[in-house]
């Protein structure tokens, strides 16, 4: 690794990938795949059983050797939670942000570094979701091509890193108490539960007298509203680590009257789309809790810019979770190194919650016997390997874009 790199922050680290890069771009695939959750997930937005994924694997070569790169996008099967579905991120990656980054290779005459890739940005303002992918898969590709895995990249510590248990609403308690109960017999440190209007006391309750020393959060999910708050005021007396994102993801200063009334801190998820969005948050006093989710905020650049503010700041974060596969999960669990967070995040192996996990399986197996104590992978790239044949096995849509003659192309 360049030596000079030793004394920039994470973030500058990161933007400095690909500089001096003489990899070249010949093609750009698009997938769609269709995976399914091990349990369907219950929130106040409605039950999730399928989990599409978008993949973007780019190709190319550098001096001669083949070079391959893969990006995850965190985009759900619909816009219940985010305003960016799998359609919506696959279409603009396919029509917009694909072509932009196979002409700017042409361009420039090798793949951008990730502060050339950043001009992408502007083209597709409304799908943060679809930009990440598109910049995880140029990041994988330099990472893989120079052999440096993205935690020794962002020179992040070796870990671990803890992670959560999440579970989703559950009509009855008795089957709630004996899922928490699996979950604490796997080693998890936490548990946050989905909660919703008329679905938190009593849950809420049977939990924490079941366990009163657990380090238990609740997920709101917007369900609430400003004449919620004494109730949600009331959720003091069960000693919560944090009450997240209870109320509309644009109203934050309900979030901040709230915050103002209760002892329990208030955590925002789904309010916080931007760096910018985070720093308001904290100085209207409408979180005292931040939960990272890459992609939400725009990609790898804009989390670790979020991570620098919290720590400056001493404002707790941890990493949020999107179900993802074993490759995205692995960079929130490097990501969470980089943020020396001890707030257990929604970290749990891809292999607790899909059916089929999409990495292969002795890198996913990396720390999965210990919930409590994940160890980023160092294997070269942004996570650990795809099983190319489960993969194609699951890919219901492949779309191929090819590099082109464009301007300067082959000239050097
Ligand atoms: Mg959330």
């Known amino acids: 690794m360049d030596m000079t790199l030793d004394a920039l922050d994470p973030g500058e680290r990161w933007s400095r990938l690909g500089v001096g890069s003489t990899a070249v771009l010949l093609g750009l695939e698009i997938r769609r795949v269709e995976l399914k959750l091990t349990n369907p997930v219950r929130t106040s937005h409605g039950e999730h059983r399928r989990r599409p994924v978008v993949l973007v694997r780019l190709s190319g070569v550098d001096h001669g050797a083949p070079v391959e790169g893969w990006g995850e996008c965190a985009a759900l099967a619909d816009r219940s939670y985010d305003a960016e579905d799998v359609d919506d991120s696959f279409s603009i990656l396919e029509e917009t942000l694909g072509p932009a980054l196979l002409s700017a290779t042409s361009i420039a005459g090798h793949l951008p570094s990730l502060k050339a890739l950043g001009a ?74 989905k909660i919703g209007r008329g679905a938190d006391v009593e849950p809420i309750a049977a939990v924490r007298q079941a366990h009163p020393e657990l380090f238990l959060q609740v997920d709101g999910n917007e369900d609430y509203t400003e004449s919620d708050i004494d109730h949600l005021a009331g959720l003091d007396r069960y000693g919560l680590a944090c009450l997240e994102q209870p109320f509309h993801r644009d109203d934050l200063a309900t979030h901040a009257r709230l915050a103002h009334r209760a002892a329990t801190p208030i955590c925002l998820d789904e309010s916080l789309a931007s760096p910018e969005t985070v720093v308001s948050a904290l100085e209207m006093g409408a979180c005292s809790v931040v939960c990272v ?51 257990p995040g929604d970290l749990s192996p891809a ?54 003659p464009g301007p300067g192309f082959g000239d050097g």
């Open 351 to 404: 292999a607790s919650y899909l059916r089929q996990d999409l990495t292969v399986p002795q890198a996913r197996s990396l720390g999965a016997e210990d919930p409590g104590n994940l160890i980023p992978s160092r294997a070269p790239g942004m996570g650990p390997a795809f099983d190319r044949e489960v993969v194609d096995r699951h890919t219901a849509r492949l779309v191929r874009l090819e590099a082109g």
């Open 293 to 343: 989710k890459p992609a939400r905020l725009g990609g790898i650049g804009p989390a670790l810019e979020v991570i620098q503010d919290c720590s400056a700041r001493s404002v707790p974060l941890w990493m949020g979770g999107m179900f993802e596969t074993g490759f995205a999960r692995a960079v929130n669990v490097a990501l969470g190194a980089a943020s020396g967070t001890d707030w």
């Open 120 to 193: 992408l940005r502007s083209l597709a303002p409304d799908a943060p979701l679809a930009y990440a992918a598109l910049e995880m898969a140029v990041a994988d590709t330099h990472l893989r091509s120079t052999g440096s895995s993205f935690v020794d990249w962002i020179g992040a510590p070796a870990g671990p890193v803890r992670a959560g248990a999440v579970v989703g609403e559950f009509r009855d308690v008795g089957e709630l108490l004996s899922r928490v109960n699996v979950l604490l017999d796997q080693g998890y440190p936490r548990i946050k539960m």
